[in-house]
């Protein structure tokens, strides 16, 4: 069974359809067909001009970025182990936090997924499967696979919840006289990286549609006689300024990892960072020419990660560790576990090693708790530092190391 199949509306809701349909044609025969051929133009121009200006607009490299070592390392830990959950980036404007988040496209591998399927559906796993795909899947047919990177979509403060979530076709239903669903954003991000500028000044609406699509996996559209369920994972990154307002304790919690940036105070490191920018912006090309050697390497490193990954064991005295941590920090939920356990795997992987040590844990564990504490207005030091105390406490080091 088809998604159009199950989606069809009553008969004579398609005759009245159909029957407004002609009419209109009937009517205005010219000023029609021209519209469909305007219409299918402007979308083909569109559609190249998309894939000219992704191809003119080359990103920086992530191995030119200077400094924001933090960030850095959590979206390195993101990309071995997709499962962590995503990262949150909070720092002075100006300081280059989209710049960082879209250069990781250079670093992303390779996917299998269905030919021209707008939801990015997995070829083998019915989990990852849009509603057709499934049906397809489940009756035993073979589908037209293709390679492409990890998609990311950017999520604009302005979009609409029929943007992001999807809505109804109006084309197909009035042309076709039939229930159609057209995919939003987040169909378009399943299996890849949803990305959000300036998060902490998303509407209220839409961080709903995201805490719903991060806890369950899945979106959920109920609209216009539309019922339909599609898997919507991915990795959820934002950025944002902390002087423009906080974000709700639901969302930030769904973030799996948390990183400050800071401005370069020193005079040397801002201006060749100035110097840097300048000559990407001079000549892009030439720019990403001279660190391909060193964007090369951390792919292979990455690369070498995520296959050494499912191997990498975590001790039982660790796992234990954590747990002690998260529970001394007063940390709500299992999530603070479950994620550091994860990141410190990612760790380990990324060192070339296949048990986790407690060096493992204390390169991620501040990026993985400082934003899950409950916030004391009357404390004299940050969350990360708390973290750390706690930590050199729990597995026996002196705080000052």
């Not at 830990?77 to 250069?103: L, Y």
């Not at 073979?142 to 998609?151: A, D, G, Q, R, Y």
């Not at 990305?195 to 991060?214: G, T």
Request: charged share 30%.
């Amino acid at each position: 069974m088809t998604f159009a199949s199950f989606l069809t509306v009553p008969s004579n809701a398609s005759n009245v359809a159909a029957t407004f349909a002609s009419n209109r044609i009937r009517r205005r025969p010219n000023t029609e067909d021209k519209r469909t051929i305007i219409s299918k133009v402007l979308a083909q121009a569109a559609d190249r001009e998309t894939k000219e200006d992704t191809a003119a607009r080359p990103v920086y490299p992530f191995s030119a970025i200077i400094g924001q070592e933090e960030m850095k390392f959590a979206a390195i830990m993101n990309i071995i182990d997709p499962n962590i959950g995503g990262i949150m980036v909070m720092g002075d404007r100006g300081t280059g936090k989209s710049t960082t988040v879209r250069s990781l496209v250079d670093l992303l591998p390779l996917i299998d997924v269905v030919k021209d399927d707008p939801f990015m559906s997995s070829p083998t796993d019915p989990n990852l499967m849009s509603p057709d795909v499934l049906a397809a899947f489940r009756a035993g047919e073979n589908f037209e696979t293709v390679k492409i990177p990890i998609n990311m979509v950017d999520l604009p403060l302005g979009a609409t919840e029929d943007r992001v979530c999807g809505t109804i076709d109006i084309e197909k239903a009035l042309t076709e006289g039939t229930k159609a669903f057209e995919p939003g954003l987040l169909a378009k991000a399943n299996r890849g990286i949803l990305y959000v500028d300036e998060v902490n000044l998303l509407d209220d609406h839409l961080v709903d549609v995201l805490l719903d699509s991060a806890a369950s996996g899945w979106n959920t559209v109920e609209r216009e006689g539309i019922s339909i369920c599609h898997p919507a994972r991915f990795i959820l990154i934002g950025s944002g300024n902390p002087e423009e307002g906080e974000l709700r304790p639901q969302l930030l919690d769904r973030f799996g990892m948390h990183a400050q940036i800071k401005t370069v105070k020193l005079p040397e490191e801002r201006v060749r960072v100035v110097e840097e920018r300048t000559a990407f912006d001079t000549s892009p090309k030439e720019f990403r020419d001279k660190y391909k050697e060193e964007q090369d390497q951390v792919i292979e490193k990455l690369s070498a990660a995520r296959t050494l990954l499912p191997s990498v064991e975590v001790p039982m005295d660790i796992r234990l560790k954590i747990s002690q941590v998260c529970a001394e920090l007063d940390v709500d939920g299992l999530r603070g576990d479950l994620v550091t356990t994860r990141a410190a795997r990612a760790a380990a992987a990324y060192r070339g090693s296949t048990e986790v040590t407690d060096e493992d844990v204390y390169s991620i564990i501040t990026l993985c708790l400082r934003h899950r504490l409950r916030k004391d207005p009357m404390a004299t030091i940050d969350e990360g530092t708390k973290v750390l105390e706690v930590f050199s406490s729990v597995f026996g080091y002196d705080s000052e190391e």
